[in-house]
């Protein structure tokens, strides 16, 4: 799925929703959709005027932007009790198994940063595979897309230390 030009207009997709201001954004709750900078305000939460800093609403986050720890330590621990109870568990179940506390984008921020830390690690299926490499990749996966990406536990660390 993301062979040659897609992976370059892909990686350009991350650099141009990485720029600050962003010129563009995912607006992710159900599908993931690519959205001018310009509309970026009716997405976000404004936490200061001066400079103007939007942030994306998050569960862990308070009405100033900051990180709420013991929300945040929550949220990591939910995801990977699920993961340590259903090892190589499919994207999609693993969304659909959090969506009655997590929405889509706070999920993917989840694994984003678990992955990051060494916390989890994924397989996915060769169409598929290929993204991984690009920053960003979670953020740009379909429903279908989901179903071939596998989350694990990774070997680095212990999952009871999150």
């Known amino acids: 799925m993301f062979a040659g030009s897609q992976q370059r207009i892909l990686g350009l997709v991350h650099k141009m929703t990485s720029t600050s201001p962003r010129i563009l954004f995912w607006a992710c709750y159900n599908v993931p959709t690519l959205v001018a900078g310009d509309y970026c305000g009716s997405w976000s939460v404004i936490v200061s005027d001066d400079p103007l800093t939007l942030v994306s609403p998050r569960r862990w986050l308070d009405p100033r932007g900051y990180r709420l720890d013991s929300a945040w330590s929550a949220a990591l621990r939910a995801v990977v ?66 179903r071939m990406v596998f989350w694990f536990i990774a070997k680095k660390r212990r999952w009871y230390q999150v």
Not at 91 to 117: G, K, M, T
Request: aromatic fraction near 6%; proline fraction near 5%; hydrophobic fraction near 45%.
């Open 81 to 146: 009790g699920v993961i340590f109870l259903h090892p190589g568990i499919r994207q999609a179940e693993l969304r659909w198994r959090l969506r009655a506390i997590y929405d889509r984008p706070e999920v993917l921020d989840l694994l984003s940063s678990l992955q990051q830390e060494g916390v989890l690690e994924c397989r996915a299926e060769a169409c598929v595979e290929t993204a991984k490499m690009l920053p960003g990749w979670l953020l740009a996966l379909d429903e279908e897309e989901e």
